[in-house]
């Protein structure tokens, strides 16, 4: 099985910026791509963004383009989310998440879960 664990996150003004890591352990975490969700209260859990193992072919919400950055480290064992010029609208648990469907984005496709991370933007 595949373990993954979340740190960072907490709260910030508009503008300003958060990381969030999760890291990644279990014999078959190869074969996974990762990425991160995110749910805010009332909502349903929504897409943020993916990369492959390899760290390429990344892919964003349009609602985080050019504002966050997805990023695997040489072991492909740890994945980080640059979360920049941060909006209120950011607010939400942030979950790390692995899964082995490269053609879907949708929160059934995904197979392990991290614990959640909360992000607090105030404005």
């Known amino acids: 099985q595949v373990q993954l664990l979340q740190s960072g996150g907490g709260s910030a003004q508009a503008g300003e910026s958060l990381r969030l890591s999760c890291a990644a352990s279990?014999?078959?975490?190869?074969?996974?791509?990762m990425g991160w969700f995110r749910q805010a209260p009332g909502k349903e859990r929504e897409f943020v963004a993916h990369i492959r193992w390899s760290g390429g072919n990344v892919r964003y919400a349009n609602a985080v383009v050019g504002r966050f950055i997805i990023t695997r480290n040489n072991d492909r064992n740890t994945v980080t989310l640059q979360m920049n010029s941060l909006k209120p609208e950011d607010t939400a648990v942030y979950y790390c998440?692995?899964?082995?469907?490269?053609?879907?984005?949708?929160?059934?496709?995904?197979?392990?879960w991290g614990q959640g991370t909360q992000v607090t933007v105030s404005s």
């Open positions: 998440a692995a899964w082995t469907n490269v053609h879907s984005i949708e929160v059934n496709a995904v197979d392990y």
């Open positions: 279990g014999r078959t975490i190869r074969q996974f791509q």
